[in-house]
């Protein structure tokens, strides 16, 4: 994995890693190409120190400051933020919409039973989009959500909030102000622009990390 050693841009979306593990390598270096601003939870420190990557912020247990010292100097200048009694990746997050980026990849486990919560609570401001396992799940915050896609694209529809109907074009079985009570999946008719339309926001989207990672 290479080195990113680049001035950071507030534009493009910041990478949160929470799990080192989340993605396969490849799929890292995809997201670090753009050389965003990087920020690294204690839970995945260790792991990412050894990528030899740039780290810009990392997010930690005010206790343990300390003893990582000396660890971080190689990576200096480095942010240490930390957190007494927080859950680490919600304090990303804050720091996050406190510094006003537009926007968040994060890696994280989606089985861990309060990262979709956290990251459903936390990112209300803020475009995310958690990857794990070679699957990316966005938090969609509008009620309109379009996208070029090839066809047979499938993407997974869950429902957050009680009462939410959709209608959908481009679709090989489209809705038209269904209920979405339940998890449902979506593949495209065609190679073209699909539309998903909600009543209720938000809802989260999951789609299969393939070469455009970034769309």
């Known amino acids: 994995m290479s080195s990113h050693h680049i001035v950071r841009d507030e534009q493009e979306p910041a990478l949160l890693i929470d799990d080192p593990s989340a993605l396969d390598i490849e799929a890292v270096d995809q997201l670090l190409e753009w050389s965003p601003t990087v920020l690294v939870t204690q839970n995945a420190l260790e792991e990412v120190l050894h990528w030899g990557i740039k780290i810009d912020v990392v997010v930690m247990n005010l206790g343990d400051i300390e003893q990582w010292k000396e660890r971080l100097k190689p990576q200096s200048p480095v942010s ?17 919409l406190d510094e006003n980026y537009p926007a968040v990849n994060i890696m994280a486990d989606i089985y861990q039973s309060n990262v979709l919560d956290i990251v459903k609570s936390e990112a209300k401001f803020i475009h995310a989009s958690i990857f794990h396992q070679a699957y990316k799940w966005v938090l969609v915050h509008t009620a309109k959500y379009e996208k070029w896609v090839e066809v047979g694209h499938t993407f997974g529809l869950h429902p957050i909030r009680e009462n939410t109907f959709i209608k959908t074009s481009g679709f090989f079985e489209d809705r038209q102000d269904e209920l979405l009570d339940l998890s449902i999946e979506l593949s495209a008719e065609s190679t073209g622009k699909v539309s998903i339309q909600t009543n209720q926001k938000p809802i989260w989207l999951v789609e299969q990390v393939k070469t455009d990672i970034y769309r």
Not at 82 to 94: H, K, P, Q, R, T
């Open 80 to 96: 240490v933020l930390g957190f007494e009694n927080a859950d680490l990746l919600a304090s990303g997050i804050v720091y996050l």
